[in-house]
């Protein structure tokens, strides 16, 4: 498999834009001057991160940076950005269940507000977000996605103390299983984004929903009414054992008849 060096690019925006091949660029035939190409890589070495789409002697289409700004492309790039373009359009997200003081959440859909989501935000003091989406009932949840590299425990401290409920996408392992397609294959990334991100064995939370925000944006269970029928079933059983007890000692007394 031949691994290039610039799979892919984002069209109109280095960070809105949508993903294209070289391929795909060629056949939108789209007027040389008026599109823009850019790199997707946050690092990129050319400050406009401009990429040129280039024709091999052979006939292949391919992206080059401008010359002086060729820089060592990062492998995680690929699958990172097509979950996160794949985030950027779904308008729900299901969410594993999780637990809470007073809340058992269940497993659930969320309705994502599209229009509202936002790539590489970075709107809260010096925390990028990989993604950012609101919900319908207008909570912020901010989702991390893991290919190489987890989350530092400095930005895990951080996104704690700024209380935002973020979710971690955990796709190291797949990457691992897959690495040379993770690295190289469009196709082949854009086809698991879909089962990748519904499978929710994948994610965690790296700050829950607050009790608050549990009650106003979620379908729950409350932990209370549990502890009270526990409590029911506790002193039912005791008032059993009770009974039980009294039974086998009224019988013991009689038996020994000790006080006739
Ligand atoms: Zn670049």
Known sequence: ???????????????????????????????????????????????DRLLVLSRSPKGNYFFKHRSGFEHEWKPMTLLHLYIQEYLAKENIILIKDFNTKNFKVRKQNISINPFMTTIEDNCHEDIRFDVTVITKSGLKITIEVIVTNDITQQKVDKIRKSKIPTLRIDLSQFYYENRLECQSDPEFVKSHTKGLVEDIANQDWVQTPSENEVRKHFEFVEKKDETGWGIVALIFGVIVLF?????????????????N
């Open 1 to 47: 498999m031949k691994m290039f060096k610039n799979p892919v690019a984002k069209i109109g925006d280095p960070i809105q834009g949508k993903i294209i091949t070289p391929i795909d660029a060629e056949g939108e035939n789209n007027p040389r001057d008026k599109v823009k190409y850019y790199c997707p890589c946050q690092n990129c070495k050319d400050p």
């Open 243 to 259: 009974g039980i007890a009294n039974n086998f000692q009224g019988s013991t007394f009689k038996s020994r008849s000790y006080f």
